[in-house]
């Protein structure tokens, strides 16, 4: 009898560690994988992979991506995502409050939510001109910092599927190669900026970072361009010093 159950046991954590990793593939697509390319990723047989996704579509957890490419995370992943968002923003909020305070800055908190950057919360600067977005609002990958923080922090391949997407949405034709060379860049230095390309008049600066689900995150700097470059240097180190606490949380 305990060695059925013990058996039952074992194959009930087998399956929730194989669905565990169907799901962790998926969170690298935003526009839909099949379930071969999930077999393959998982190292399963399709059929195995079948099994475990149409269980996890009855939960709302997987759903069929639009127009038919395959599957992609589902609702339900939302909605439990969005339980666990206060902890993010309740362990950020005081990283970004020492933030402002040695910049004199406003600092933000987003995160990629499928095809853009949406704000978590945020830290008015203290300047009488200052830079404020509303908590909730969602913002552009490819021409943002913390976008761009993101982008380089993404499999290459699925970062050129969201950049395609946002430049053919808003009938760009960008160098597509020139703009790799750039987020490489980003990867290598830390910290992505923005100088007047999302909105005239406003620059930033930020940097990407993984929560403890793996979720990508950006904490930026955006500063009215007439200051910028006599605050730049400031930010930047305040910046690296967050990044550094970051790290040192998530790892």
Same mark, same amino acid.
């Given at each position: 009898?305990?060695?059925?159950?013990?058996?039952?046991?074992?194959?009930?954590?087998?399956?929730?560690? +194989?669905?565990?990793?169907?799901?962790?593939?998926?969170?690298?697509?935003?526009?839909?994988?099949?379930?071969?390319?999930?077999?393959?990723? #998982?190292?399963?047989? +399709?059929?195995?992979?079948?099994?475990?996704?149409?269980?996890?579509?009855?939960?709302?957890?997987? @759903?069929?991506?639009?127009?038919?490419?395959?599957?992609?995370?589902?609702?339900?992943?939302?909605?439990?995502?969005?339980?666990?968002? %206060?902890?993010?923003?309740?362990?950020?909020?005081?990283?970004?409050?020492?933030?402002?305070?040695?910049? *004199?800055?406003?600092?933000?908190?987003?995160?990629? =939510? *499928?095809?853009?950057?949406?704000?978590?919360?945020? #830290?008015?600067?203290?300047?009488?001109?200052?830079? #404020?977005?509303?908590?909730?609002?969602?913002?552009?990958?490819?021409?943002?910092?913390?976008?761009?923080?993101?982008?380089?922090?993404?499999?290459?391949?699925?970062?050129?599927?969201?950049?395609?997407?946002?430049?053919?949405?808003?009938?760009?034709?960008?160098?597509?190669?020139?703009?790799?060379?750039?987020? &490489?860049?980003?990867?290598?230095?830390?910290?992505? %900026?923005?100088?007047?390309?999302?909105?005239?008049?406003?620059?930033?600066?930020?940097?990407?970072?993984?929560?403890?689900?793996? &979720?990508?995150?950006?904490?930026? #700097?955006?500063?009215?361009?007439? +200051?910028?470059?006599?605050?730049?240097?400031?930010?930047?180190?305040?910046? =690296?010093?967050?990044?550094?606490? @970051?790290?040192?949380?998530?790892?």
């Amino acid at each position: 009898m305990i060695e059925t159950e013990d058996k039952n046991s074992r194959s009930g954590i087998q399956v929730i560690t +194989r669905a565990a990793a169907v799901l962790r593939v998926l969170k690298e697509t935003q526009t839909g994988m099949s379930l071969g390319q999930i077999a393959a990723k #998982v190292g399963l047989p +399709r059929s195995t992979v079948q099994r475990i996704t149409s269980a996890l579509m009855a939960e709302n957890l997987v @759903i069929s991506a639009p127009q038919g490419r395959g599957l992609i995370l589902g609702p339900e992943l939302t909605a439990l995502a969005s339980a666990t968002q %206060y902890n993010i923003v309740e362990h950020c909020r005081l990283l970004l409050t020492e933030l402002t305070q040695k910049t *004199g800055e406003t600092a933000d908190l987003a995160v990629v =939510r *499928g095809v853009g950057m949406a704000f978590l919360d945020q #830290v008015p600067g203290t300047h009488r001109l200052t830079t #404020v977005s509303k908590v909730g609002e969602v913002f552009p990958l490819t021409t943002t910092a913390n976008g761009k923080a993101c982008l380089a922090e993404m499999p290459e391949g699925e970062a050129i599927k969201l950049i395609d997407n946002e430049w053919q949405r808003n009938g760009i034709k960008g160098d597509l190669k020139g703009y790799l060379a750039g987020l &490489a860049e980003i990867r290598d230095d830390g910290l992505a %900026y923005d100088l007047d390309e999302h909105s005239s008049g406003i620059s930033a600066i930020g940097f990407a970072f993984r929560d403890w689900a793996g &979720a990508l995150h950006a904490i930026s #700097v955006p500063v009215p361009s007439t +200051r910028f470059d006599e605050v730049k240097e400031t930010i930047e180190i305040a910046l =690296r010093e967050t990044a550094a606490n @970051i790290q040192r949380t998530f790892t």
